[in-house]
């Protein structure tokens, strides 16, 4: 049997999908039949439930609307990748992979990856890089750069030359721009879907 912050758990989950599916938070009814509740004293009790939570809030004009909660996901801890440890930490606390990757929303792009020259720094063809806008880059750090009209992924370094454009790849050169070099973006994450 679920106890009551699990059910509520469950049923919020339920909302997610459907935000997921339709791009928006279901109308009160169709939220209370999502929910299972058959009155709407019940929904209203369990939409105050998730408000305090931090899963629901009130837009503009009274409107459901997702808190900061809403698009957290479970954080269940670390897993070491080498020899296997027990798995019965519990779920403590949860996770906005926006809130995690993006400090600054409306500098912030994401760019999907072609190619292999950045392997080695973790970065594989066809993974999303997100990308935070910035006028300067430290060298080291990895960066989207357009390069003699060309735009690139790759570690930003100084030498006796000027800047260089340097690959986590040795099987690709560096590059040494001939013209132009613009920063577009500092990389602050990576993401790829294993399915």
Not at 20 to 36: D, F, I
Not at 48 to 72: C, N, T
Request: glycine letters at 10%.
């Amino acid at each position: 049997m679920l106890i009551p912050m699990e059910q509520d758990l469950e049923r919020i989950g339920r909302i997610q999908d459907y935000a997921r599916r339709h791009g928006a938070l279901p109308s009160y009814a169709e939220l209370a039949r999502l929910a299972g509740f058959r009155s709407k004293a019940s929904a209203a009790k369990f939409v105050r439930r998730m408000e305090a939570a931090g899963f629901l809030r009130r837009g503009p004009g009274g409107r459901l609307v997702p808190g900061p909660r809403f698009r957290a996901r479970p954080w269940a801890g670390a897993a070491p990748a080498g020899f296997p440890s027990p798995g019965d930490e519990p779920l403590e606390d949860a996770l906005s992979i926006d809130e995690y990757l993006v400090r600054h929303p409306s500098r912030t792009f994401l760019v999907q990856v072609r190619g292999h020259s950045m392997t080695g720094a973790g970065i594989l063809d066809g993974d999303f890089v997100v990308v935070e806008r910035a006028a300067r880059a430290r060298p080291g750090q990895i960066v989207v750069a357009r390069v003699d009209g060309e735009f690139t992924v790759k570690y930003l370094d100084r030498d006796a030359e000027g800047w260089v454009l340097r690959p986590a790849n040795p099987r690709y050169p560096e590059i040494h721009p001939e013209g132009e070099l613009a920063l577009v973006g500092i990389v602050v994450g990576v993401f790829r879907r294993c399915t």
